[in-house]
C-alpha cells in the first residue's frame, strides 16, 4: 500500500492546539483520524513540522478531516 505525507507547521498552529504540547496535539490528531474518519495513521514531529503518514487512497478524506479540525 502506498502512503502520502501530510505536514503541518507547528508555528502555524491555531487555537485550540497547544505547540507547547506536541504529543498531546499528535495523539488528539491520531485519535481523531481514527475515530471520526477511521484513518489509520502514523504521526511524527520534529521541531517544525508535524508529518502525518497514511494511505494515499484514504488521503482526500484525511485532508477533509484535517481542514475540519482547522489543521489545514
Known sequence: MESSTIRIAIRGLNEPWDASRIPAVLDE???SL???AD???RLT????TIA???ATDRLPAAAVLL???GLI
Open 45 to 48: 514531529a520534529d521541531s517544525m
Open 52 to 54: 502525518i503518514d497514511v
Open 34 to 36: 481514527r475515530d471520526e
Open 29 to 31: 490528531i491520531e485519535a
Open 39 to 41: 484513518i489509520p495513521a
Open 67 to 69: 481542514r475540519d479540525l
